[in-house]
C-alpha cells in the first residue's frame, strides 16, 4: 500500500485559499518546478484560480522556463500564456526593483529549493523577502519539500564576510530547512516580519523526494537526478577548482575530472578514505561545454550506494585534497572576477581553502563543523513547520531528540 502523496503549498492554497492573499495583486517568483502533483504549472493555475491576482512573474537563475544555462544572465521577456511580464532575477539586476513592484500588494515564492546553501534559488528568495519587507508588501511562500530530507544537517556555517549569491546567509551547506522554514529563519535573524507561509500536507522531516510520491522535475539544467543532487552539495565544490565537476556531460556532479589527472589513482586513492555511502570508477569523459569542454578528462564517477550514509560535505572535502595532492603543479583554485576564490564563497570562508594548502588533513579541516551544526539546529527548532520521526540528524550519526521529532502545533499558516 502506498503512503498518500504529498501535497505541496501551492494545492493546500488552491483548495483552501489564504485570508491574507485573497483578491491581492501578486507577483510570483517561480520556475518549471513551480507545478503542481499533476505537473500542472503554477502560473496557469493561479491566474485561472481568481483567489488572486497575478500581476507579475519574477525568474530566478535558469529562467522562469528553466531553459538557461548556470550563471547565464537572463533577459525581461513577456508570458505567452498568460501576457504577463516576466522579470528577470538573474539579469541586470538580482532584486526586485521599486518598477516591479509597483501596484503589487504581495509577493509570493514557489519553486523547488535544492536544500544546499550554494543554491541561488535561497539567494533569490532572500532578496525578494528583504525588498517586499522594504516596500511593505506581504511575502508568501507556497512551501515544497527539502528534497534531501529535513533531517540531515551538514558543513560549517558561512561566514557573514564571505557572504555571495551562492550563500547568503550563516548557515551550514546543507541545511535541512524547507523554502518556508527558511524564510522564517531569514525573519527571524534579521528582525523582519514573519513571512506567510502555506504549508505541506504530509511531508515528514525522514522523507526523501522520491518518497513525496511527488514528480521529479530537475531543479536546474545540471541536476537531472535526485543522485546528482545528493552529491552535489560535495560535489559542487569543485566548481572553486580547474578540474571538471562533470558540467557538459550527463553525469554533472557525478563525474569529476581533469585532462592531466589518472583516473585509476584517483579512484583508489578516494576509496581508501574510508567515504561512507558512495564508491569510486576509474573514468574518463569529455565534456562538451564549460571546463575542459572538447577535451578528454580523467577523473572518476561516483556512485552513491546508500544515501542514508552519505555525508557529501566531508566527501567535497576529501575530493579537493585528493585532486590538489595528485597534481599540486597543474591544479589551480579559480579565482572570479573581484579577485576571490571561488571555493571561499562556496565554503563561505577562507579557512579551509588556507587549510589544505598547508598540508591539514581533511579531518582537520572538518574540525568543529558538528558544533557549528548543533549550534544551527538548535536555533531552528522553534522554527520548524513539520514534524518527523527522524529528529535532527548529529554527524555522529546519533540522533538529535528535539522539536524535529515532535509533535508540533501552531505552526500551519493556513
Same mark, same amino acid.
Given at each position: 500500500?502506498?503512503?498518500?502523496? +504529498?501535497?505541496?503549498?501551492?494545492?493546500? /492554497?488552491?483548495?483552501?485559499?489564504?485570508?491574507?492573499?485573497?483578491?491581492?495583486?501578486?507577483?510570483?517568483?517561480?520556475?518549471?518546478?513551480?507545478?503542481?502533483?499533476?505537473?500542472?504549472?503554477?502560473?496557469?493555475?493561479?491566474?485561472?484560480?481568481?483567489?488572486?491576482?497575478?500581476?507579475?512573474?519574477?525568474?530566478?537563475?535558469?529562467?522562469?522556463?528553466?531553459?538557461?544555462?548556470?550563471?547565464?544572465? @537572463?533577459?525581461?521577456?513577456?508570458?505567452?500564456?498568460?501576457?504577463?511580464?516576466? =522579470? !528577470?532575477?538573474?539579469?541586470?539586476?538580482?532584486?526586485?526593483?521599486?518598477?516591479?513592484?509597483?501596484?503589487? %500588494?504581495?509577493?509570493?515564492?514557489?519553486?523547488?529549493?535544492?536544500?544546499?546553501?550554494?543554491?541561488?534559488?535561497?539567494?533569490?528568495?532572500? =532578496?525578494?523577502?528583504?525588498?517586499?519587507?522594504? #516596500?511593505?508588501?506581504?511575502? +508568501?511562500?507556497?512551501?515544497?519539500?527539502?528534497? *534531501?530530507?529535513?533531517?540531515?544537517?551538514?558543513?560549517?556555517?558561512?561566514?557573514?564576510? /564571505?557572504? !555571495?549569491?551562492?550563500?547568503?546567509?550563516?548557515?551550514?551547506?546543507?541545511?535541512?530547512?524547507?523554502?518556508?522554514?527558511?524564510?522564517?529563519?531569514?525573519?527571524?535573524?534579521?528582525?523582519?516580519?514573519?513571512?506567510?507561509?502555506?504549508?505541506?500536507?504530509?511531508?515528514?522531516?525522514?522523507?526523501?523526494?522520491?518518497?513525496?510520491?511527488?514528480?521529479?522535475?530537475?531543479?536546474?539544467?545540471?541536476?537531472?537526478?535526485?543522485?546528482?543532487?545528493?552529491?552535489?552539495?560535495?560535489?559542487?565544490? @569543485?566548481?572553486?577548482?580547474?578540474?571538471?565537476?562533470?558540467?557538459?556531460?550527463?553525469?554533472?556532479?557525478?563525474?569529476?575530472?581533469?585532462?592531466?589527472?589518472?583516473?585509476?589513482?584517483?579512484?583508489?586513492?578516494?576509496?581508501?578514505?574510508?567515504?561512507?555511502?558512495?564508491?569510486?570508477?576509474?573514468?574518463? /569523459?569529455?565534456?562538451?561545454?564549460?571546463?575542459?569542454?572538447? &577535451?578528454?578528462?580523467?577523473?572518476?564517477?561516483?556512485?552513491?550506494? %546508500?544515501?542514508?550514509? *552519505?555525508?557529501?560535505?566531508?566527501?567535497?572535502? &576529501?575530493?579537493? %585534497?585528493? *585532486?590538489?595532492?595528485?597534481?599540486?603543479?597543474?591544479?589551480?583554485?579559480?579565482?572570479? #572576477? %573581484?579577485?576571490?576564490? +571561488?571555493?571561499? *564563497?562556496?565554503?563561505?570562508?577562507?579557512?579551509?581553502?588556507?587549510?589544505?594548502?598547508?598540508?591539514?588533513?581533511?579531518?582537520?579541516?572538518?574540525?568543529?563543523?558538528?558544533?557549528? @551544526?548543533?549550534?544551527?539546529?538548535?536555533?531552528?527548532?522553534?522554527?520548524?513547520?513539520?514534524?518527523?520521526?527522524?529528529?535532527?540528524?548529529?554527524? !555522529?550519526?546519533?540522533?538529535?531528540?528535539?522539536?524535529?521529532?515532535?509533535?508540533?502545533?501552531?505552526?500551519?499558516?493556513?
Amino acid at each position: 500500500m502506498h503512503a498518500p502523496r +504529498v501535497r505541496v503549498g501551492l494545492e493546500v /492554497f488552491l483548495e483552501r485559499g489564504c485570508p491574507p492573499l485573497e483578491g491581492k495583486r501578486a507577483g510570483l517568483i517561480t520556475n518549471p518546478t513551480g507545478t503542481d502533483g499533476r505537473l500542472r504549472s503554477t502560473i496557469d493555475l493561479l491566474h485561472a484560480s481568481g483567489r488572486v491576482r497575478l500581476a507579475a512573474l519574477f525568474g530566478p537563475e535558469h529562467g522562469i522556463r528553466g531553459e538557461a544555462q548556470a550563471g547565464e544572465p @537572463v533577459a525581461d521577456a513577456r508570458d505567452a500564456r498568460t501576457g504577463l511580464p516576466i =522579470y !528577470s532575477l538573474y539579469g541586470q539586476t538580482r532584486r526586485p526593483s521599486p518598477e516591479m513592484l509597483r501596484g503589487l %500588494d504581495a509577493l509570493i515564492f514557489d519553486l523547488q529549493d535544492i536544500g544546499v546553501r550554494y543554491g541561488t534559488y535561497l539567494s533569490t528568495m532572500a =532578496y525578494a523577502q528583504e525588498v517586499a519587507v522594504e #516596500a511593505g508588501l506581504l511575502f +508568501v511562500v507556497f512551501d515544497r519539500p527539502n528534497p *534531501l530530507t529535513g533531517c540531515r544537517v551538514e558543513g560549517n556555517l558561512l561566514d557573514p564576510a /564571505f557572504a !555571495s549569491f551562492v550563500g547568503v546567509h550563516p548557515i551550514p551547506i546543507r541545511h535541512g530547512l524547507t523554502a518556508g522554514e527558511l524564510a522564517r529563519l531569514l525573519a527571524a535573524d534579521r528582525g523582519w516580519p514573519e513571512p506567510f507561509v502555506v504549508p505541506m500536507e504530509g511531508w515528514q522531516r525522514e522523507l526523501w523526494f522520491d518518497q513525496t510520491g511527488l514528480p521529479w522535475i530537475q531543479p536546474s539544467p545540471n541536476l537531472p537526478t535526485l543522485d546528482s543532487l545528493a552529491l552535489y552539495a560535495g560535489t559542487c565544490l @569543485v566548481e572553486g577548482t580547474n578540474c571538471s565537476e562533470g558540467r557538459g556531460t550527463t553525469r554533472p556532479f557525478e563525474l569529476v575530472g581533469a585532462p592531466w589527472l589518472d583516473p585509476f589513482r584517483l579512484a583508489e586513492d578516494l576509496a581508501g578514505r574510508g567515504l561512507p555511502g558512495v564508491a569510486f570508477r576509474p573514468a574518463y /569523459f569529455t565534456p562538451t561545454f564549460s571546463k575542459h569542454a572538447g &577535451h578528454r578528462c580523467g577523473g572518476v564517477q561516483i556512485h552513491v550506494l %546508500d544515501r542514508e550514509a *552519505l555525508r557529501p560535505v566531508e566527501l567535497g572535502i &576529501h575530493l579537493l %585534497d585528493a *585532486l590538489r595532492r595528485q597534481d599540486s603543479l597543474a591544479f589551480a583554485w579559480r579565482v572570479n #572576477a %573581484d579577485g576571490r576564490h +571561488v571555493v571561499d *564563497l562556496l565554503l563561505g570562508s577562507d579557512r579551509p581553502r588556507r587549510a589544505l594548502e598547508a598540508g591539514a588533513a581533511p579531518a582537520e579541516v572538518l574540525s568543529g563543523w558538528d558544533d557549528e @551544526v548543533q549550534a544551527f539546529r538548535e536555533r531552528c527548532r522553534p522554527l520548524l513547520l513539520y514534524d518527523g520521526s527522524c529528529g535532527w540528524y548529529t554527524p !555522529s550519526g546519533e540522533r538529535a531528540r528535539g522539536r524535529g521529532s515532535e509533535p508540533i502545533e501552531g505552526r500551519a499558516s493556513v
